[in-house]
């Protein structure tokens, strides 16, 4: 039993729900990914690829990404508040 706390501690939670948790947010990380035109097999060339696209955009892809930062912190810095709060009156 000693085990598989540690292995729990490890995890910082049960091994199996960590494991989906990690396959959802990797699933979610690749879409996003990929609508940024990034492939998994070239993935420096990709990288190459964006950072001109972004290069050549100028201020307009500023200007889109930082609209992308926006919508996501709308849902994200909340959901970060209320864990936090929650988390330290335990």
């Known amino acids: ?5 540690e292995l729990t501690r ?3 939670g049960s091994p199996a ?5 990690l ?3 990797s ?3 690749g879409v996003i990914l990929a609508a940024l035109g ?10 190459e ?3 001109r696209s972004l290069f050549s955009f100028g201020f307009e892809a500023v200007e ?7 919508l996501g912190a709308v849902i994200v810095v909340p959901l970060w508040l209320i864990l936090r709060i929650a988390s330290a009156r335990r």
């Open 1 to 5: 039993m000693s085990d598989n706390t």
């Open 10 to 12: 490890f995890f910082g």
């Open 17 to 21: 729900w960590v494991l989906v948790r």
């Open 23 to 25: 396959i959802v947010l």
């Open 27 to 29: 699933v979610v990380v």
């Open 38 to 47: 990034l492939d998994p097999m070239n993935i420096f060339q990709s990288l």
């Open 49 to 51: 690829r964006l950072v």
């Open 64 to 70: 889109r990404l930082w609209r992308y930062f926006l």
